[in-house]
């Protein structure tokens, strides 16, 4: 993992609250330009940095699930960043086969 790949995966999990977060966040964060910034990710992850963010999202989700650390999807959804939860639904459906709340069931 690059110094920037590293440090923009940081930088979304200390906000991945913020549903406002944007590339342009990102880009500062790590020093880019958003173009620059843009082309690194592509090159280095195979992935758009609104890609790479969305994946570290759903993978915290998963894991904060899997933990019972939340009570509802809603809860959930929030807690990475997404206000929408059938948004959210919908994109742990296609990353992971399964609805999370499958996951937050004891």
Known sequence: ??????????????????????????????????????????????????QFMQKIRLQQARRMAERHKVSSVERLARAVGYHRTDHFVRLFQEAYGIHPKDLLAP
């Open 1 to 50: 993992m690059t110094e920037t790949v590293r440090r923009a995966y940081h930088f979304v999990l200390s906000n991945l609250d913020r549903s406002e977060l944007t590339v342009h966040d990102l880009a500062l964060a790590v020093y880019r330009s958003e173009r620059q910034f843009y082309r690194e990710m592509k090159d280095k992850t195979g992935m758009t940095p609104y």
